[in-house]
């Protein structure tokens, strides 16, 4: 009896503790299997490609919960620090992102199409402003031969000069525009297809050319006074708007890492050349109006030291007057017909520029001109009333003496 108890109860122990075992087996598999399904769900999270296909695996998590929810408590203690609903959490968290994504990506594809096609437009219009452009030069130089007509020449080049100058920079900003508004993403994949971009359009290429138009239109035209404000405040909004595109293909560079690739050298080596033309631009430029202001004071025989730039023009003034200032010359053609006729009224809306002289320069040395004006007139006005004053005095005693002889000529009067 004490034998067949003992196996009895022998046998009973070796089965609750295979069932201890088999438990503890299954509830390892309950976990592994939970983990397995919710790491497959993220997956198919993160490779879905449509709003559609996510709003189904919705549906998965839902079912995965319910399926899962009656061995809650368990799961919260497998899983610590994480729990059961954390978990769940993570994956419906992890889905909105990806919906959101999705979404903007679908919806940037659509605005990417429409950029494409707004840039294929913008490079017709400006293949079309080509052609107009090679048809104004023609025009002017027609038109300089004959002299008729020159100003509607001049005015219509310059408007299509403009335009271009305008379309090529929309254009790059269209080209531009994907990248700086997150519509393409993806390491190294961004700056590939920029430069790939750049150079199906010839962007730089453009920009050159445009350059080298306004090179072209200073050296053939006789700028005079007031002609060179469009063409500075133009040259300086250029140069404004080249160097911003500069920076942005330089950062482009950097995110590139590599920096190396034919396209790449292609792009530094166009950039080298626009900086090139666009520095002959602005050296033609104020060549043509330093030498102008300098016509105006030869054109009345004045003779003032050279001057290139807005700084030795100031230079050049004050030395020309503190000189007239010591021999004590009469400046009235230099203050009254050159500075005030001319300069003042025909070039200070061009010199007031910054990239000139700047308005505070000016209205130093405009203020230098007055004050030596109003001395020069002073010391005139003070000679003119001291040779009145000895003209009075000598009138008077020339008379009082020419009266005594008079008087001394008379006869006596007889009583």
Request: with cysteine; hydrophobic share 45%.
């Amino acid at each position: 009896m004490t034998i067949l108890r003992f196996a009895i109860l022998s046998a009973i122990a070796a089965a609750l503790t295979c069932s201890a075992l088999l438990a503890q087996d299954s509830d390892f598999l309950y976990k592994e299997e939970f983990l397995q399904k919710a790491k497959t769900l993220d997956n198919a999270i993160v490779n879905a490609a449509s709003t559609q296909e996510l709003d189904s695996l919705r549906l998965v998590i839902n079912t995965i919960e319910a399926q899962y929810s009656r061995r809650k408590d368990f799961l919260d203690k497998a899983l610590h620090p994480e729990s059961f609903a954390s978990s769940v959490k993570s994956l419906r968290d992890h889905l909105e992102d990806a919906i959101s994504k999705v979404f903007v990506i679908q919806t940037q594809s659509s605005k990417i199409a429409n950029l494409e096609s707004d840039l294929a437009l913008l490079i017709d219009q400006i293949d079309s402003l080509n052609v107009e452009r090679t048809k104004a030069f023609n025009d002017l130089r027609a038109a300089q031969r004959s002299n008729s007509s020159l100003k509607e020449a001049v005015n219509r080049l310059k408007a299509t000069l403009l335009a271009k100058d305008n379309l090529i920079f929309a254009m790059i900003d269209s080209i531009f525009l994907p990248f700086e508004s997150g519509l393409l993403q993806g390491g190294d994949v961004a700056p590939t297809e920029l430069r790939r971009k750049l150079e199906e359009s010839n962007a730089l290429s453009r920009v050159y050319e445009i350059a080298n138009d306004n090179l072209r239109f200073v050296e053939v035209m006789k700028l005079q006074g007031k002609d060179f404000v469009p063409m500075v405040d133009q040259y300086s909004k250029f140069r404004k708007r080249w160097s911003v595109l500069q920076d942005k293909i330089a950062e482009a560079s950097l995110v590139d890492g590599r920096g190396g690739g034919t396209k790449s050298t292609r792009i530094k080596l166009q950039q080298v050349a626009v900086d090139s033309v666009i520095t002959e631009w602005n050296k033609a430029l104020m060549s043509s109006l330093w030498k102008g202001i300098m016509a105006e004071f030869t054109a009345k025989g004045i003779m003032i030291p050279p001057f290139d730039n807005g700084a030795t023009f100031k230079a050049s003034i004050q030395q020309y007057l503190e000189s007239a200032r010591i021999k004590g010359s009469d400046e009235t053609v230099f203050v009254e017909e050159v500075w005030k006729e001319r300069i003042d009224k025909e070039w200070r809306s061009t010199l007031v520029q910054e990239s000139v002289m700047g308005a505070a320069t000016y209205a130093q040395l405009d203020l230098a001109v007055s004050e030596f004006a109003v001395k020069t007139l002073n010391w005139k006005t003070a000679g003119a009333i001291a040779l009145v004053f000895v003209i009075v005095i000598g009138t008077i005693l020339i008379r009082a003496r020419r009266d005594r002889k008079a008087a001394a000529m008379r006869p006596p009067l007889r009583r």
